[in-house]
């Protein structure tokens, strides 16, 4: 019989297909399981999946009506090494770590991937039973633990030592922000030995205003061309409030990564990570708060009382030197997002 009729003969007038993923039983669905299939009551509690693979992240097991995640939305991005290992041991398919925003994983040295390299999926992985549980890619069914993805291309016009030098400085970055996202203190480029919480807090500001639109719906990030991940398509925001870091893919997480190492770092780093020529003016920190929209600017002003005494410093310095009247711009910013996003309802309401 079909899943659906045994949870109608186990429960009977029950809603039928759950939304919610069978992790845990109940007690009173374990109790009723156990009366009508003739078996003892532990026998059913064995097979709570919970209990099987204690460290599976539920989160990511997709409802079992088909639409969406079980509880929550966080991004995918797995080890397809520690995907095989835990398939060939039966035991966890997903640890805690692949909820991480990392780039890396650290235990094998590999690219984390977030979707089926051998297709165009168009749904989330699942997890399905074929001789054991398997994860695998929804619209191919192929198991993800043998899609192999070696990382982004590396510009065809670097030396091979150096796409070598700044992958070593990425995996390293990638490290300490590993250390950050478990609570620990970590070494920030450029500064030195920092608290977990600073070191969010400057990779957070750093990205949003990487990320943020100017007047020409372009972006900062598009100026830096690191060696390991030059072939990303130019970023074009569609919307006023970007992406934070822990929403990016991989391959964005290193672009955005790789220019916050660029613009931490002393010149040398700083042009290498950045794909700077040294005909062209190398990418600072002061750099970025001269370069970008006024809004941008009294954003990072604001957010920086949360960084390190020598990131601070410097934008405070920026800060003296021009002026910026802080709450007037990000009021008068906020008030112009408000009366735009008025005009777009009022516009949609015409419409429908």
């Known amino acids: ?42 026998a059913i509690m064995r097979l709570n999946l919970k209990r099987r693979w204690p460290w599976l992240v ?29 398939h060939a041991t039966g035991g966890t398919y997903l640890d805690t770590e692949a909820a991480l925003p990392l780039i890396f994983c650290h235990r094998h040295g590999t690219w984390r991937q977030d979707f089926c390299r051998r297709c165009q999926p168009h749904q989330e992985p699942r997890f399905s039973w074929r001789s054991r549980i398997e994860f695998t890619c929804t619209h ?49 480029t450029g500064v030195g030995q920092v608290s977990a919480r600073q070191f969010l807090a400057v990779l957070d500001g750093l990205t949003r205003a990487f990320l943020a639109p100017d007047i020409n719906r372009t972006s900062r990030i598009n100026l830096f061309n690191s060696p390991l991940v030059p072939n ?27 220019a916050v190492i660029a613009l931490l770092s002393d010149e040398p780093v700083s042009r290498l990570m950045s794909g700077v020529r040294l005909a062209y003016e190398r990418h600072s920190l002061e750099w970025l708060l001269a370069s970008t929209p006024r809004w941008v600017q009294a954003t990072l002003v604001r957010e920086s009382t949360r960084w390190p ?27 112009w997002l408000d009366e735009r996003e008025q005009r777009l309802r009022e516009r949609t309401s015409l419409i429908g």
């Open 140 to 188: 191919c069914g192929v198991p993800l633990r043998t899609n192999h993805w070696s990382g982004p291309r590396p510009a065809s016009d670097c030396r091979s030592e150096e796409v070598s030098a700044a992958l070593s400085l990425l995996f390293a970055f990638d490290g300490e922000l590993r250390k950050a996202l478990l609570g620990r203190s970590a070494s920030l």
């Open 309 to 335: 005494a020598p990131l601070r410093g410097r934008v405070v310095a920026h800060h003296r030197r021009t002026g910026l009247d802080v709450d007037d711009i990000l009021e008068q910013f906020g008030a």
């Open 58 to 86: 539920t989160a990511w097991l997709p409802r079992t009506d088909g639409k969406g995640r079980a509880r929550g939305e966080l991004d995918l991005a797995w080890c397809h090494v520690c995907l095989a290992e835990g």
């Open 1 to 42: 019989m079909s899943i659906t009729e045994l949870r109608q003969e186990l429960s009977p007038g029950s809603a039928g297909t759950k939304v919610r993923a069978d992790v845990g039983w109940k007690g009173s669905e374990a109790k009723s399981a156990a009366q009508r299939l003739r078996v003892d009551q532990n």
């Open 232 to 258: 990303l398509p130019n970023h074009e925001p569609q919307t006023w409030e970007e992406q934070p870091f822990h929403e990016l893919s991989p391959a964005y997480r290193a672009h955005v990564s790789c």
